[in-house]
């Protein structure tokens, strides 16, 4: 598929990755949006080519999936109408039976999906501490097939050994599949620790605009496992359109720059959070004091856009902090332009195990001081308002 997996550098690829091929003289720079759903039979009737029906290809997915699979360094990418579609294809792929183990801490729609899905498909799920990977090990059984995870986990940031946790799978023949919508492939490629396949919400930090909802999966290497995802997204159909594909396209070829200044606020607002009054405690894997600092230097280049803290009180302090923000606008998701943040149980719902006094925060490209500034007085004013 994409030839230019072992790109040199990102920035490049990122502009260069999702535009056409080999165009005839005068064509557009730019790649149009094809609408079309259907393709002329040519040579008596007869299907030729690779396009014949849109849900199946589409010059706008194939443009697409060249550039994630390239960002990813995989060997075959299949794009989504959502990120929770992608997860569901790779949970389609397994069958009637198999043990699949995931994060305690894992994105609660991931959550959500096996709670009122596994039992119907026959799949025994269990969540486990993946902090510890010799606690995986011992929830390995005979039946289990797949590993989920998130490094860092949604909203704790707990870090998980890539490393390791690709040697266990590889000793009990498992298949390994990461969410890698919090690093990005800008900070993390899981494919290159061995990992089998990639899973992103495109929604968040590679669409980086809050106005796309996509999804992913990228896998090493092309075969049965793939064939399997591929078969669920043109089978069932999840598809993201044309349209959808371009824009994503369009959002991606800025995304390393985006990243960069994400990556660099984030860590300014993380230390600026940890000297704050009303704080009591802050979640960054860039910051030397949390707990998997070490593993999340060896294995990330950069540690991500994404904060979440405990303030120093009870939910109704969390609630009031956020939303007392001029700039900082509380609201759910992540990944764009603009920073936003949330009280994220109450996002979560009745069911949530996120703690009552956490608040979640997407950083965003706008000054570092107006974002700290906006914290501050936002922190204060609950304070004093208790
Ligand atoms: C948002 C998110 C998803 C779900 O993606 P959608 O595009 O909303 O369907 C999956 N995983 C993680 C880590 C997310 O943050």
Redesign the pocket.
């Known amino acids: 598929m994409s030839q230019q997996n072992e790109y040199k550098h990102i920035e490049t690829f990122a502009i260069h990755g999702s535009m056409k091929e080999s165009q005839p003289e005068n064509s557009p720079i730019v790649p149009g949006i094809e609408m079309s759903t259907i393709y002329e039979h040519r040579k008596n009737g007869h299907l030729e080519g690779d396009l014949k029906y849109t849900r199946l290809q589409n010059p706008n997915r194939i443009q697409l999936e060249n550039v994630l699979c390239g960002l990813e360094k995989g060997a075959e990418a299949a794009a989504f109408s959502?990120?929770?579609?992608a997860?569901n294809a790779v949970f389609q792929t397994l069958e009637h039976g198999d043990h699949v183990l995931l994060p305690s801490d894992v994105?609660f729609?991931?959550r959500k999906l096996m709670w009122e899905f596994a039992n119907r498909w026959g799949l025994e799920v269990e969540f486990i501490d993946m902090t510890d990977v010799n606690r995986l090990e011992q929830a390995c059984k005979p039946n289990t097939k797949m590993i989920w995870v998130?490094t860092p986990s949604?909203p704790q940031m707990l870090i998980t050994d890539l490393e390791a946790v690709v040697e266990l799978a590889k000793t009990k023949n498992l298949v390994v599949a990461v969410?890698n919508?919090?690093p990005t492939p800008f900070n993390l490629n899981p494919l290159s620790f061995g990992v089998d396949l990639v899973i992103h919400?495109?929604?968040?930090y590679l669409g980086g605009h809050s106005d796309l909802?996509?999804?992913a999966v990228i896998a090493r290497e092309s075969g049965a496992l793939m064939d399997r995802v591929r078969s669920v997204q043109v089978v069932q159909g999840g598809v993201p359109s044309p349209f959808d594909a371009w824009m994503l396209c369009r959002s991606i070829r800025s995304f390393p720059y985006r990243m960069r200044a994400h990556n660099e606020n984030a860590l300014d607002v993380a230390h600026f959070l940890s000297t704050l009054p009303g704080i009591e405690q802050v979640y960054f894997p860039g910051l030397a004091s949390h707990p998997g600092h070490a593993i999340a230097k060896r294995q990330m280049r950069h540690f991500g856009g994404m904060i979440s803290f405990l303030v120093e009180g009870d939910q109704q302090l969390a609630t009031r902090i956020v939303s007392n923000t001029k700039i900082i606008q509380a609201a759910t998701?992540?990944g764009g332009i603009e920073s936003i943040w949330e009280h994220r149980k109450s996002s979560e719902g009745p069911l949530s195990e996120t703690p009552e006094n956490l608040i979640r925060l997407s950083v965003g490209l706008e000054h570092v001081e107006d974002l700290k500034e906006d914290i501050e007085q936002a922190v204060k004013q609950a304070l004093t308002t208790r």
């Open positions: 959502s990120g929770i579609a997860i994105y729609g991931t998130e949604n969410d919508t919090w919400s495109t929604t968040k909802l996509g999804g998701s992540l």
